[in-house]
């Protein structure tokens, strides 16, 4: 703390598109709080702002120098060692630094939350009276508390007589009579009861639909409620929970429960999300022997304090969990931390169980159904040193520990890790790269199905390459078998092809007579895709997107999977008026009427973005599943990753051509792993498992090295394509997206930033030109794609140092007016 005394300056950044820093004075008062990872409000420009310190400094050649005007943060967000490499991903991802580090706060905390002071004094009256004569400010302040507590720093500077109050607080906090916390959208305390809402029993789905449409002009925010409980009938919300998924306040809630849609009930609830009652102590099996030489490569490694980044290849069901683990006893041993980033989806409580069981509080799990409070909770804690391991989705890798020893990235090829609907748009796999090159950790890269990248990487040695190509007991990998759909006969008096091939029936049939499981995997949601006119050709479209609509089935509603418009579902076609509308393409909710009229009686559990909503959804789906109530679990990729159930026997993917329609050059990788992943879902315990693929093009390569396991030739072919394309691993991309509402201004810009570029160059520039997603919630998006060889331009540094020069230039010439412009580099699609 001392050493900053003499450090008055401090350099600090904004989210705001700038690479580097600006310099202010630090006032006195502010000295010892005033530390790197800290928001501090400071004006800048004609505004004040809130900002981020990322060093401290002795001296300045500014004359003119600006003081910062609060420091926000009891206790630092960031590590000086994140801090870094925040300031990493800003120039490899051509952003600002303070754009990453507000993209990097743990969700919950926005960038201009607030300092909140609070009274934690028992006796608050005896206080005041020993305070007095001695300290009558510090007296004062805990006065203002009794009137209000807790209170908003800045609403207590305002009401308080004398100005510089800092001194007193600092005094009474360190004394222990009050707390400063952050200002979080929910109290930090645990609230022990909650208002849960639900449909009344005299109500249904049509009904509220009904009810939505018919006061939407009146009372739209009640509408809009309406129609969230409506999409979900049977779940219960908590009352904040619903208040921002349908985005009103509770005033809506009790009309609409005076009015006798909804009932309210009140529940108990716990901070801590995965609260769990007992934890047994995890088993340390005895590593079999390709597990073992596994893990004596990584500890070799841990120990040797280099930085090491590692691929472990390994089938689903190779045992390579039970490697982290035994990696991280030995991270511990050493006295250093760990970090495991899972994706999104597979962080069940199932994988979380699992790691607690082994190593109880030392694991801090973030997860983005947590509340805000919860998170924060873990943020502070893992930074004041409480937890040793960190479990999270990709935001994560910013977590505030120190001394990290490992990284382990799960299911590496994850598009989730990479971050597309913002910016930066990085890849957190890659940042994990870089934040264990920073620390001379070990970095795990693991999947059954490794990126291209990735694999191509350790098939040049620049990282280690580690295997298991085997199944724990040998137990055999699933057997694929290819369902041809050309050839399935029609069934008599339908006008549409079948869903379920005769093989699928079958199978499916056969399991259920056994009292197995079956996981059923379709990647639409919705009950169909296309609604479409016969007579004329009239397709239904959204108003704010280039995209079609999806038919759903509650309340007869068609749903923009973009923007989330909706409207009800026309009888007849709105352009010709015909009556012949007809319905393409299968989506869960029609799989899941499909699964009722073939198999009577079968109950089903259908998972999806739709009936996943609520907080805990997801996990009672799998609890339920979990239990053998339900022989069927049919979803999205959601069902796709990261399950364990001993007692599914029978995998089967309804459509396997789903993501090969897409025209990105990852499809057919996509459709590789997504079926391996899929596949891997059958027979892990002591049965075979079967898997069906249903699909309209079966001579796919993509699907028949699926079929055979074979990652090895997959890889071949599809390397030697893309080398014969230039596209990654042999080039690196940059794609740089326009868009706005006004199409012309969008257009212009992208040219106009197109001129910019040298015409003697290393590199391609393809475009600009319209996005394939030409539109998107009402706005135009036009794209242009930069493409580098890495045999011309190693690093890309070539290429991205003419974008970063072009930027700067359009700015200087031009001003950009309602377009925005938004880097992806290493786009994981280039739609
Ligand atoms: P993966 O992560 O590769 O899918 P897991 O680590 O989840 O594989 O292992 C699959 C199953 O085998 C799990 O149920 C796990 O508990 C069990 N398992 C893992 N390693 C061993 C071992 N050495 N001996 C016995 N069972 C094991
Ligand atoms: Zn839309």
Excluded at 196 to 216: G, K, M, P, Q, W
Excluded at 333 to 345: C, H
Excluded at 728 to 754: H, Y
Excluded at 777 to 795: A, C, V
């Amino acid at each position: 703390m001392e050493n900053y005394i003499i450090q008055p300056y401090a350099e600090i950044v904004f989210p705001v598109p700038v690479e580097h820093a600006f310099t202010y004075k630090i006032p006195e008062r502010f000295n010892e709080d005033a530390v790197p990872g800290v928001r501090v409000l400071a004006s800048f420009g004609r505004r004040k702002t809130t900002g981020f310190i990322v060093s401290r400094k002795n001296e300045t050649d500014l004359t003119e120098i600006k003081e910062i005007e609060d420091v926000l943060d009891p206790i630092p967000l960031f590590t000086p060692e994140v801090l870094e490499l925040a300031k990493w991903i800003a120039e490899y991802y051509i952003c600002g630094w303070g754009e990453v580090l507000k993209a990097a706060l743990p969700s919950g905390i926005h960038l201009d939350s607030e300092k909140i002071i609070r009274l934690v004094d028992g006796h608050p009256h005896d206080l005041i009276s020993s305070l007095e004569n001695r300290a009558p400010r510090q007296a004062e302040i805990i006065r203002r508390l009794l009137a209000e507590n807790p209170i908003r720093q800045s609403k207590l500077l305002k009401t308080m007589s004398s100005g510089n109050i800092y001194a007193s607080l600092k005094k009474l906090k360190s004394a222990g009579h009050i707390r400063m916390e952050l200002e979080l959208p929910k109290p930090k305390v645990s609230i022990k009861h909650e208002i849960f809402v639900s449909v009344h029993n005299n109500h249904t789905s049509d009904s509220l639909y009904a009810e939505a449409d018919s006061i939407r002009k009146r009372a739209p925010k009640q509408a809009n409620c309406l129609e969230v409980l409506a999409s979900s009938p049977n779940q219960e919300f908590s009352r904040p929970e619903l208040c921002r998924l349908a985005e009103i306040n509770t005033v809506v809630l009790n009309t609409l429960e005076q009015k006798g849609f909804i009932k309210f009930t009140t529940k108990e609830v716990v901070r801590d999300y995965y609260k769990e009652t007992a934890i047994e102590q995890g088993i340390r099996f005895d590593l079999n022997k390709d597990q073992a030489s596994v893990l004596s490569a990584i500890i070799q490694k841990i120990d040797s304090n280099d930085f090491s980044p590692m691929l472990l290849h390994g089938v689903t069901g190779s045992g390579k969990t039970q490697v982290y683990i035994e990696a991280i006893y030995h991270c511990m041993a050493k006295n250093k931390n760990a970090i495991v980033l899972v994706p999104e989806i597979a962080l069940t409580p199932q994988m979380v169980h699992r790691f607690r069981s082994h190593f109880g509080d030392k694991v801090a799990v973030f997860h983005s159904r947590m509340s805000p409070g919860e998170r924060y909770d873990s943020w502070r804690q893992t930074w004041e040193g409480k937890h040793h391991i960190v479990i999270g989705p990709r935001s994560a890798i910013f977590s505030p520990l120190k001394n990290i020893g490992l990284v382990i990235i799960d299911e590496e090829h994850e598009p989730s890790y990479k971050q597309t609907d913002m910016t930066p748009k990085y890849n957190a796999r890659d940042v994990s790269i870089i934040r264990a090159y920073l620390n001379k950790a070990v970095v795990v890269l693991g999947s059954a199905t490794p990126s291209i990248e990735t694999f191509f990487n350790a098939s040049i040695n620049k990282y280690s390459h580690l295997s298991m190509p085997n199944r724990i007991d040998n137990i055999p990998m699933p057997a694929i078998e290819i369902v041809n759909m050309k050839r399935e006969p029609k069934i008599i008096g339908r006008k549409e092809p079948v869903i379920f091939s005769k093989r699928l029936r079958e199978k499916i049939d056969e399991k259920l007579a056994h009292g197995e499981q079956i996981i059923l995997f379709q990647n639409r949601r919705g009950f169909a895709t296309l609604i479409k006119c016969k007579d004329c050709n009239y397709l239904a479209k959204c108003q704010n997107c280039d995209i079609s609509l999806t038919f759903h089935i509650h309340g007869s509603r068609l749903k923009c999977h973009y923007c989330g418009f909706s409207t009800r579902a026309p009888e007849r076609c709105p352009e010709c008026g015909g009556v012949d509308i007809f319905m393409k393409g299968v989506g869960t909710q029609r799989i899941e009427e499909e699964i009722n009229t073939l198999f009577p009686g079968v109950k089903v559990l259908r998972m999806d973005l739709d009936t996943t909503k609520g907080r805990m959804a997801h996990d009672r789906i799998l609890s339920k599943f979990g239990s053998g109530e339900y022989p069927i679990l049919l979803g999205t990729q959601m069902v796709a990753k990261g399950l364990d159930f001993p007692n599914v026997t029978l995998v089967g993917v309804i459509s396997a051509d789903t993501e090969l329609l897409f025209p990105d050059f990852r499809a057919g990788e996509r459709t590789f792993q997504l079926l391996t992943q899929v596949a891997g879902r059958a027979g892990r315990k002591n049965k075979q498992g079967d898997v069906i693929i249903q699909t309209y093009t079966p001579e796919h390569p993509s699907l028949q090295f699926a079929k055979y396991h074979d990652y090895h030739s997959f890889f071949k072919m599809e390397t030697s394509d893309r080398r014969g394309l230039g596209y990654p691993p042999f080039s690196r991309i940059v794609n740089i997206l326009f868009r706005g509402e006004d199409e012309a201004a969008v257009k212009k810009t992208a040219e106009q930033f197109a001129q910019e570029i040298p015409v003697k160059r290393q590199f391609r520039m393809l475009g600009p030109a319209p996005a394939a997603l030409a539109k998107i919630q009402g706005n135009y998006r036009w794209q242009i794609l930069f493409m580098s060889l890495k045999q011309n331009d190693t690093g890309g540094t070539s290429m991205k140092n003419a974008i970063k020069r072009a930027l700067n230039n359009l700015k200087k010439k031009h001003r950009i007016h309602r377009v925005t412009i938004s880097m992806d580099v290493d786009p994981i699609s280039i739609l």
